[in-house]
């Protein structure tokens, strides 16, 4: 599926529109807008984490997995993952 930056801002605009005619607040509207914001800025940073990682890496990192138990539920997560997650955040710095 490819991204449609387009239809996301279209989407955003009628959700502000609406939400200012159904009268709700000024603060609130922003709030949203700035999580939409977040939204795509993170999804940049992870891309460009997972670019830079993966370019190093190669597939090596994806087929190493660390499991955890946290109240008897069992989490895997890849050290890629991790790694993405780590440089994403630091590059947010």
Same mark, same amino acid.
């Given at each position: 599926m490819r991204f449609d930056s387009e239809r996301w801002f279209t989407i955003l605009i009628v959700g502000v529109v609406g939400a200012t005619l159904l009268g709700i607040p000024d603060s609130i509207i922003s709030i949203f807008i700035n999580g939409w914001m977040y939204l795509f800025i993170g999804a940049i940073f992870s891309y460009v984490a997972g670019? !830079?990682?993966e370019g190093f890496s190669g597939d090596y990192l994806k087929g190493i997995f660390l499991n955890?138990? !946290?109240?008897?539920?069992?989490?895997s997560l890849s050290v890629f993952f991790i790694t993405v997650a780590i440089l994403s955040f630091w590059l947010r710095l």
């Open positions: 670019n !830079i990682v955890f138990e !946290i109240l008897g539920h069992h989490f």
